[in-house]
């Protein structure tokens, strides 16, 4: 079973720095696909980064050169996704998913939201 766990999140000042951690629990398998949503309450849950198992990345307009996804680079399998944030701004604040699918034919699509595995969100708040 799938099990998804983030890490990482916390409270920063704007200008400050967090890196969010997500792992498959159970065991180590490979997905095509690995992206890091955040959602703010009473707002749609936002897609912010995905990489795709050759090492694609896409990224949402508004933390473009300043977050980077990756992948654990040792092993030649996608079963971790970091999310390094730098110059964290307020509007950065929100809940942090981790989704993950096997599939990635629709990974680098700007509108696919549609993911097998969720994680269950870590908190990132950044005060001005």
């Known amino acids: 079973q799938v099990r998804l766990a983030e890490s990482g999140g916390g409270s920063v000042q704007a200008g400050g720095s967090l890196r969010l951690s997500c792992v498959d629990t159970?065991?180590?398998?490979?997905?095509?696909?690995m992206a890091w949503f955040r959602q703010v309450a009473g707002k749609e849950r936002e897609k912010v980064a995905v990489?795709?198992?050759?090492?694609?990345?896409?990224?949402?307009d508004s933390v473009k050169g300043r977050f980077t996804v990756s992948n654990d680079n040792a092993k030649n399998i996608l079963d971790i996704l970091y999310l390094e944030m730098n110059n964290l701004k307020p509007e950065d604040t929100g809940l942090y998913y981790c989704?993950?699918?096997?599939?990635?034919?629709?990974?680098?699509?700007?509108?696919?939201?549609?993911?097998?595995?969720w994680g269950q969100g870590t908190q990132v708040s950044v005060s001005s």
């Open positions: 989704a993950a699918d096997h599939s990635s034919g629709r990974c680098l699509e700007s509108g696919n939201v549609n993911f097998e595995y």
């Open positions: 159970d065991r180590a398998r490979s997905f095509g696909c």
């Open positions: 990489l795709r198992s050759d090492g694609r990345t896409r990224y949402e």
